[in-house]
């Protein structure tokens, strides 16, 4: 049987901690019995490497630990390792010396990048055929890496409008050359949002809307399990980065006005707004901040919370982005409140949208009293049918047809 091989270029330097799309997708090719095996690759700065190893001492959870560990494996052996506990999935970083515009210093990260690239065609995708690379611009590294690399075909797969929401002037005008660059090479470009239809100006094509999606329940982790002790009192949680993107000014006023309900917060907390949590910590005695905890240990998490709360922001800085934290929500079947961030505002009766802060503590109290089976049953179907199994077929239907694969006896 004729297989294909998987690259994927990410953008950051993450993998194994919040398995976000990229992840979520590779995972599922790879339990195809149609694919040999799916390469990820992730670009890591100097100031990557240093980070790393801060985040690594600061972590206390064991697997978060271990996936440090991976990370610093992938950073330093020549081969691409592969991933515990997987059979076809293997990870590798591309170390970036350099991202800014002087020129030498640019020229020789770009060589290193390119000779990086080489190796790899040598040491890895030498006896390999059919090599798929899916890119996710926009990204300084995958332009040089892309022309290094042995492929057959280029997709690209857009998350989140980032050229919108670059405020750097240079970085700005560096990622919309690699998406004119990148962008019409690929066979086919996939996107999180209908927003991001609007790179058909850098692609010279149009962009075709795959939304995100969620683990089917064999691969979901264990809802049945509790991880938090809510001490008889009500509890409302929220998992994802804790950033610029959420809106603190909605959980301070929420924390004001339903003092009977703990806001319990999981997840990384960057560093321009860890003075603004730490404030809000030390002030309100129902916010608690539980530290960074790894995706296969969210559902007892979520199990745990009476009400699950979603609260980025639906302005300019979130535009074209797809919280696929809303359909882990909805597969755990408990009450959500969500600003109307995409795909929120698409599913009408089974979340509680609102408008503005004092609709979502409204709702935050309504959704806490909430008894219903039914709509529980429904938040559950309504997340099976959006998983990553029907998502990765999109892909790799494609892909089979473009190699003139029959679909019929693939292992799909």
Known sequence: MMKINYIFLWRQNDWG?????????????????SVESVLHIEPLTPKGIMGLIVRWWQARD???????RLHFKKAFFRKPVLVEGEKKVFVHSIFVLYTWDRAI???????????????????FLQSKKNIVLIAYPPAIYQTEVISALKHDVLLADLVDDVIARTRNRMLKSNYIEACKTILPKCTWIFSTSPALGEYRDYAGREVEYLPNGVDAPEHAGDFSKK???????????????????????????????????????????DRETTTRVKKILHQYKNCRYLGERRFTEIPGYLSSFDVLI?????????????SMKIYQYLLSGKPIVSLPLSPADRFNGLIYVASDKLQFAEYLKKAMDENNPVVRDKRIHAALENTWTKRADVVHHRVLQYFGISTSNTGN
């Open 17 to 33: 901690l919040f398995k976000r799309r990229n992840e979520a997708l590779l995972l599922e090719l790879a339990r195809r019995d």
């Open 62 to 68: 064991d697997s978060v630990r271990r996936i440090y």
């Open 105 to 123: 210093p640019r020229k020789v990260s770009n060589f290193l990048i390119r000779l990086q690239g080489k190796i790899l065609n040598r040491v």
């Open 227 to 269: 991880h938090y002790e809510n001490q008889g009192r009500k509890t409302a949680g929220y998992v994802g980065n804790i950033n610029q993107l959420v809106d603190m000014d909605l959980l301070e006023y929420c924390l004001i006005n339903c003092p009977q309900v703990d806001f319990i917060l999981i997840g990384r907390i």
């Open 310 to 322: 979603s609260f980025k922001k639906d302005d300019a800085s979130t535009r074209g982005n797809e």
